[in-house]
């Protein structure tokens, strides 16, 4: 096992693995794989790595010749009075976990080189993908996931890139970004990882006071029981989202940012539930913003 205020399973220990800081050297390192007939996976990450990163890791591991991940926090996609500034970072503790499980890269580039002076190109989907849930509490915010992920995805050249379903909506925004823009990378999305209370992993875990943290999981449990009134046979989504706010108003210390039933493919809003049908919520405890998801399958 390998310790580094977290536990993290070793799933393949790899010695010489390498840090990248430069665009081109990580398109030559690309360039390079390729030639030699290799797979390359890819986990775009912005940092102080945990389990649910690591079981994209493992992922990619499994199916590519040869495992690159990002440490990216990316400021286009921070809005004004966001959390930007309170980002975990520690990329000293990034690297050590990478490197005993099984990453062969850490690309860690700079904003300057990412972002260089007079910047201004930008990739944005439009319609319902981006105007519900999280784009339509944090304006801009996929305006620069997904200027970000193009630009990481013409650098890094992935064969399969890999993300998280705790981030739902990215990773279905992303998903219609590469099949509009024909890109070259197939998009795989793996479970949610969690702690043993429930609690989706996430980096902002890091900022929840103890106080706090004792709170989150209720986030979960509020999903749990969506998932028992649907399993019990209720399909009003107005029900189901009514019982869902009950159970986080009394959690006490949450404030909802959204609570949102919608189709799973396109993110259109749904009365009744049936077919695929994504749950997710975002709340607020203290300052740290945490989001959180189930699918249900019909």
């Known amino acids: 096992m390998v310790s580094f205020n977290l536990q993290l399973t070793t799933y393949h220990l790899?010695?010489?693995?390498?840090?990248?800081?430069?665009?081109?050297?990580?398109?030559?390192?690309?360039?390079?794989?390729?030639?030699?007939?290799?797979?390359?996976?890819?986990?775009?990450?912005?940092?102080?790595?945990?389990?649910?990163?690591?079981?994209l890791v493992k992922a990619a591991r499994e199916q590519c010749d040869v495992v690159v991940i990002s440490i990216f926090v990316n400021p286009a996609q921070f809005g004004p009075g966001e959390d930007l500034d309170r980002y975990p970072r520690d990329i000293e503790r990034d690297k050590r976990v990478s490197e005993g499980c099984g990453v062969d890269v850490v690309f860690f580039p700079s904003v300057e080189d990412m972002y260089p002076d007079r910047y201004s190109t930008y990739v944005e989907l439009t319609g319902a993908f981006t105007d519900t849930m999280c784009g339509s509490s944090r304006p801009g915010h996929f305006r620069g996931v997904t200027t970000v992920v193009s630009k990481l995805f013409n650098i890094i050249s992935p064969n399969v890139s890999y993300f998280g379903q705790k981030d739902a909506q990215q990773a279905i925004v992303i998903k219609r970004m590469v099949d509009?823009?024909?890109?070259?990378?197939?998009?795989?999305?793996?479970?949610?990882?969690?702690?043993?209370?429930?609690?989706?992993?996430?980096?902002?875990?890091?900022?929840?006071?103890?106080?706090?943290?004792?709170?989150?999981?209720?986030?979960?449990?509020?999903?749990?029981?969506?998932?028992g009134f649907i399993a019990a046979g209720e399909s009003s989504a107005d029900k189901v989202r009514e019982e869902m706010k009950k159970i986080l108003g009394e959690s006490g210390g949450l404030k909802i940012d959204y609570l949102e039933i919608v189709d799973a493919d396109d993110l259109s809003p749904v009365k009744a539930i049936g077919g695929n049908t994504l749950i997710a919520v975002a709340a607020f405890i203290g300052r740290t913003r945490l989001i959180d998801n189930v699918l249900i399958r019909r």
């Open 14 to 55: 790899q010695l010489t693995m390498k840090l990248i800081t430069t665009i081109d050297e990580m398109k030559e390192y690309s360039r390079e794989a390729h030639r030699q007939g290799k797979t390359i996976g890819f986990v775009p990450t912005m940092g102080y790595l945990h389990e649910g990163h690591m079981s």
């Open 180 to 227: 509009d823009l024909n890109m070259d990378t197939e998009i795989r999305v793996m479970p949610i990882v969690r702690e043993k209370d429930g609690l989706a992993m996430s980096s902002r875990n890091a900022c929840l006071s103890e106080e706090e943290r004792k709170k989150a999981p209720n986030i979960f449990r509020s999903l749990e029981q969506a998932e």
